[in-house]
């Protein structure tokens, strides 16, 4: 495997097969977290008789719209446990499928401008060693020699007064790791049907017995949702209601230029976060539009201020041209943290509520996932996620970890 | 950029407002009365969905004054906007989850 090595056409990877009438499990998009959850239910748990289906074409919602940053520096300790968990899997994943996703470890630093965010930011990097994450706070002179062109001056309006740092965080290109998932899946058995659309549920008293789709009847054994921002739309339709709000959040790339940005960058206060592709384009973010929504784009003015604060961080990027903005739409739950378990539906399964923070989880993810519905019981990792914990009062609060504001 | 039309002042930019939400959910009338999933419901759960959405927004920059829209959540057309007091006013066309 080389860095340079082109990837093998998508249509080589997977078969597109016809939907069957029945399978042990069919899980509900192809995303990231659907595919991963597929492998696993292969890999780990032997159950390959699995639909995944898709209503548009594989990996192009969030997955194909998100700025593809991989860290596991969270706060709380159920959360630090799962994207550590990912981040883990993803340290060896390129191997174990054989495919080349451009995993690069290049480092997160998260910028901290006010008082506030340094205290937070250095409670974060302790709570974070105290959970084998790798972690350590930055003086602003030690933040510019890990990314030279960031601006540490303290002339700034809001000035850099230090940072945390992951050594281990970094980037993969997101549409190869989609289709590593998705050959491996479909090697063991897994059919990946594009296409199909989901609009309604086959029950059987409180039972969910299979899907009703464009393409037909689909009978299952237990069936798993992984559709981001439309999680709630379908959940509804099998009369379960899930206490995430759908946001659209949008990106941008720029031209291409050299290599010039060695790490990602973060910046929760003014908001914006940048790391440079492979191929020379600055991904940057910003948080998500304030209004619920499900149009695939954003506003003008959260650009204006996102490359606002780009420029003001790193003054090389004045002269830079945006070459194109894109909108994925999240769901959004109330303590910004996912919703991954058992639902009070038998047999029908969630994951949801990753907000922004999908991509990183992926593996993740899909291993909790699959465990849950191969078992019916969560797995250690997404048991802190149920849905019940919205009536417990056991939140877990990542609004701040989150990093993007939602 | 969204145009909301402010029922005190008129058409201002989308940047003069701050969101807040779903409308219409009112506070429990026998709050002592309530399970914990009845609170949970209260607090965390609010309607999403796709179509028109009756939403309150409150006017920052002008008169600082909450209000109501509705709004279509995949369009993003303003539908109509209006007081706290009146009721959600009825679609001059059919709308519904699409």
Known sequence: ?406 | MLLITCPWCGPRDETEYHYGGQAHVPYPENPADLTDEQWAEYVFYRDNPKGPFAERWMHGTGCRRWFNVLRDTVSYEVLTSYRLDEPRPALPQAGGNR
């Open chain 1, 1 to 406: 495997m080389t860095s340079t090595a082109l990837p093998e056409h998508p249509d080589w990877l997977w078969r597109n097969p016809e939907p069957r009438s029945s399978y042990d499990v069919v899980i509900v998009g192809a995303g990231g977290h659907g595919l991963a959850t597929a492998y696993y239910l292969a890999k780990n748990h032997g159950i390959t008789n699995v639909a995944v289906l898709e209503k548009g074409w594989l990996a192009g919602g969030n997955m194909a719209r998100n700025t593809t940053i991989i860290r596991s520096n969270y706060l709380w300790d159920e959360s630090a446990a799962i994207y550590e968990y990912a981040l883990k899997l993803w340290e060896r994943l390129p191997e174990e499928l054989d495919y080349d996703f451009l995993f690069s470890q290049r480092g997160v630093l998260n910028l901290a401008h006010t008082l506030q965010d340094v205290r937070e930011g250095v409670r974060r990097v302790n709570a974070n060693r105290l959970n084998g994450v790798d972690a350590e706070w930055l003086e602003p002179d030690q933040v510019a020699k890990v990314c030279p062109i960031l601006n540490v001056s303290s002339r700034t309006r809001y000035p850099v007064l230090g940072a945390t740092f992951q050594p281990r965080a970094g980037i993969a290109k997101h549409d190869h790791v989609a289709w590593a998932l998705a050959r491996r899946a479909d090697e063991m058995g897994v059919d990946l049907i594009q296409g199909c659309e989901v609009t309604g549920f086959l029950k059987d008293g409180d039972r969910v017995v299979g899907v009703d789709t464009n393409r037909g009847r689909i009978h299952a054994g237990g069936v798993g949702l992984a559709a981001a921002g439309h999680s709630s739309v379908l959940a509804e339709r099998a009369g379960v209601r899930l206490p995430v709000q759908s946001h659209p959040l949008q990106a941008l790339v720029s031209e291409l230029h050299e290599p010039v940005h060695p790490t990602v960058v973060m910046s929760n206060h003014v908001h914006v976060y940048v790391s440079q592709a492979h191929k020379g384009e600055l991904v940057m973010g910003a948080g998500v539009d304030a209004y619920n929504g499900y149009g695939q784009r954003g506003s003008f003015h959260v650009i204006e201020q996102q490359m606002a604060a780009a420029v003001e961080l790193f003054p090389v990027f004045a002269r830079a041209h945006v070459l194109r903005t894109w909108g994925g739409i999240v769901d959004v739950s109330p303590d910004a943290s996912p919703i991954i378990g058992t639902t009070p539906v038998e047999n029908l399964y969630v994951n949801c509520g990753w907000g922004t923070g999908g991509f990183k989880a992926t593996p993740a993810a899909g291993w909790a996932f699959a465990h849950t519905i191969a078992t019916g019981e969560p797995h250690p990792l997404n048991a802190p996620f149920a849905l019940e914990r919205f009536a417990t009062g056991a939140l877990i609060d990542e609004h701040g970890a989150a990093a993007v504001a939602h």
